[in-house]
């Protein structure tokens, strides 16, 4: 089974990008549970959504303590309670503007940045990282595959689908090329 957390700040899109991801893996045939946690209910405050993906149906019904990969939406958040939910294997894609040597500090964890922001902009997205981070998650972790991923956003998205679209394949071709 394949634990997933996303995190991110409250109105960031975290939440969206999970339910997103759970269902690009459930149409490729996969269980999937999906739950969210919110910090204080409100803008700005953590906000991490839980994913379990498996090929058999999933009955654990408890917080991910351990997950095989992370989304992060924002470097601010890779912080000591974030990292203890980490293996030395977990996938970890931070939205961040850093180079991987930024990183070197954690260097017990796979950190793979990815510029969301500046994807984001590129497609006229303004500050909406979602996609593009999406299509580099799915590069690092070689599912769901793209063209379904790319079609959960064309049937999701609420406005900009196009845009959405291409950030997603955009950030999924420079983090294949930079890996």
């Known amino acids: 089974m394949r634990e997933i957390l996303i995190v991110g ?3 960031q899109g975290a939440q969206t990008a999970g339910d997103q991801l759970a269902r690009a893996f459930f149409t490729e045939g996969k ?3 999906t739950f969210a946690t919110y910090g204080g209910a409100r803008r700005g405050t953590p906000v991490t959504s839980s ?5 058999q149906a999933v009955r654990l019904r408890c917080d991910i303590e351990c997950a095989s990969a992370f989304l992060c939406f924002d ?3 890779l912080d000591e309670g ?6 030395a ?9 850093k180079s991987r040597e930024a990183f070197c500090d954690y260097s017990d964890f796979r950190i793979l940045p990815i510029n969301g922001k500046d994807i984001a902009r590129q497609n006229d997205m303004g500050k909406v990282v979602n996609s593009a981070l999406l299509g580099a998650f799915v590069a690092a972790l070689d599912q769901p595959g ?13 406005a ?3 845009q959405n679209v291409a950030a997603c394949r955009q950030a999924y071709q420079m983090f294949k090329d930079s890996i």
């Not at 974030?82 to 293996?87: C, D, S, T, V």
């Open 89 to 97: 294997k977990t996938t970890i894609v931070v939205n961040s503007a």
């Open 51 to 55: 994913i379990r993906v498996d090929d």
């Open 9 to 11: 700040r409250g109105g």
């Open 31 to 33: 269980y999937v549970q």
């Open 75 to 77: 470097d601010s958040l």
């Open 146 to 158: 793209l063209e379904t991923m790319c079609g959960v956003i064309e049937q999701t998205a609420p």
């Open 160 to 162: 900009k689908i196009q």
């Open 82 to 87: 974030f990292l203890a939910r980490a293996g």
